[in-house]
Every structure is written in C-alpha cells, then in structure tokens.
C-alpha cells in the first residue's frame, strides 16, 4: 500500500506577521512544522491501512486545535498586560493554517469525518465523554 506523504510548510503571511528580529520565531516554527510533518510521514509509512494512517492524522488535528484554543486564550490576557500578542496570534494561526493543510490531502478527507465522528460517538448511539 502506497500512501502520499504529507509535506507541511509555514505559510509565508505568517513568517511576514512577525516582527523584524533575528528571525527565531521563523526557525521555530519551521522546526515545529518539520518534526510535525516527519511524525506523521513515519506512522503513515507504517500503517496498514489509510483508515489506520487517517487516525493518527486526526490525533495531530486534534493535538492542533488543543493548541488552537490555547494560543488564543493568550492573546487578550497578554493585551490585559499591556504585551504585544504578535507571537501568540502567528502560533494560533499556524496551527489552524497546519489543520487547512492536513485537510486538503484528497487521501485523508474521506477518512477524516469518518474518524471524528466515531471518536465522538462512544457506540454508535450514545455521546462519549470526550
């Protein structure tokens, strides 16, 4: 079984959001989405199937949308500071860009819905505790 590989980037917008500095943040991000992407290629490599590979897809969509969430409770408490929320609104937004990117792959969206909808179903009938 063949299955494509995902290739993750770093939108260019997001890289331009950030403010003229050494650049660190940009390279952080790269090393984040790098590793993201080389976690994933590696169990989709190893899966047995593409329903197998599409559930550790979906681990990572929920991972980012966990870390969605978390990036944007930072903004108004670091604004409530009198801090700039710049680093925080480009984390937020690779995550939710990361998430658009995994989406797209014509492989993943039919098994995509299909994964969420079982987790979220505990037997088919009743709502798990999720």
Same mark, same amino acid.
Do not use: C
């Given at each position: 079984?063949?299955? +494509?590989? /995902?290739?993750?980037?770093?939108?260019?917008? %997001?890289?331009? $959001?950030?403010? #003229?500095? @050494?650049? *660190?943040?940009?390279?952080?991000?790269?090393?984040?989405? +790098?590793? /993201?992407?080389?976690?994933?290629?590696?169990? %989709?490599?190893? $899966?047995?199937? #593409?329903? @197998?590979? *599409?559930?550790?897809?979906?681990?990572?969509?929920?991972?980012?949308?966990?870390?969605?969430?978390?990036?944007?409770?930072?903004?108004?408490?670091?604004?409530?500071?009198?801090?700039?929320?710049?680093?925080?609104?480009?984390?937020?937004?690779?995550?939710?860009?990361?998430?658009?990117?995994?989406?797209?792959?014509?492989?993943?969206?039919?098994?995509?819905?299909?994964?969420?909808?079982?987790?979220?179903?505990?037997?088919?009938?009743?709502?798990?505790?999720?």
């Amino acid at each position: 079984m063949t299955i +494509e590989e /995902l290739s993750l980037g770093v939108p260019k917008p %997001i890289i331009d $959001a950030l403010p #003229e500095s @050494d650049g *660190a943040a940009a390279q952080d991000m790269q090393k984040a989405v +790098e590793g /993201l992407e080389a976690r994933l290629n590696r169990a %989709i490599t190893n $899966a047995d199937s #593409e329903a @197998d590979a *599409a559930e550790v897809v979906v681990d990572a969509i929920e991972r980012l949308e966990d870390h969605y969430e978390k990036y944007d409770e930072f903004v108004p408490e670091l604004r409530a500071w009198g801090q700039s929320p710049i680093y925080a609104i480009a984390w937020r937004n690779l995550q939710a860009d990361l998430i658009l990117q995994l989406q797209e792959y014509e492989w993943l969206k039919p098994h995509i819905d299909r994964e969420r909808n079982l987790r979220m179903v505990e037997d088919g009938i009743r709502f798990g505790k999720r």
